[in-house]
């Protein structure tokens, strides 16, 4: 069994993009705390349309991040430099698309792109999108630079559709977080 505080002493970025999984994220960021990991939280302007980001503030006791006025180039470099995990959950088919192509211009993806930390995706869209074309050559192409992805999971999702585009349970992501830590360490 874990250690309560197995992740003492690691800095985590928790990034939270516009789907409705997002309030899975709070539940993630609770976790990740109460494992001793000094957590981030980055959402961006989207995934404040599902979940505000007071709840991250009030978990982690740090201020959340959202727009690139929040922090500047200097503070932004900082932070990625500082991280030993950057974890984005859930993952939209559109952060996946600027991730994968290298689009800046919301404080998530600009950090993502400035890090050299371990990235550890769990995507959340639906089905279709997550079979579409682009999509798959957009994940296949992070993977080739080291990202890892926990899910998506197979079940119904919030339109009622079915199949695979579920994100992964926190208590998954947590699981995968510490192995990729493990693996960094």
């Known amino acids: 069994m874990r250690q309560a505080h197995d992740l003492e002493d690691k800095r985590i970025g928790l990034g939270v993009t516009g789907g409705i999984a997002a309030y899975k ?3 993630l960021c609770r976790s990740l705390v109460r494992a001793g990991a000094c957590v981030d939280a980055l959402l961006t302007p989207a995934a404040t349309r599902f979940i505000a980001p007071l ?6 006791g740090r201020p959340v991040l959202v727009h690139p006025a929040d922090a500047d180039a200097g503070e932004i470099a900082a932070l990625a430099a500082g991280l030993d995990l950057l974890i984005i ?3 939209t088919a559109n952060t996946l698309a600027r991730l994968a192509l ?20 769990a995507p959340a869209m639906e089905p279709e999108m997550w079979q579409h074309p682009a999509t798959r050559r957009h994940a296949a192409g992070l993977l080739e630079r080291g990202a890892t992805c926990v899910g998506p999971g197979e079940g ?5 559709a079915a199949g695979l585009g579920r994100m992964a349970e926190p208590h998954e992501i947590l699981d995968r977080a510490r192995r990729c830590l493990a693996r960094a360490a």
């Open 25 to 27: 994220s709070a539940a």
């Open 55 to 60: 709840p991250f503030q009030c978990i982690t």
């Open 89 to 91: 959950a859930p993952l």
């Open 102 to 121: 290298r689009l800046g211009g919301d404080v998530l993806v600009d950090v993502a792109l400035a890090t050299r930390a371990p990235l550890l995706l």
């Open 156 to 160: 119904r999702l919030a339109s009622g």
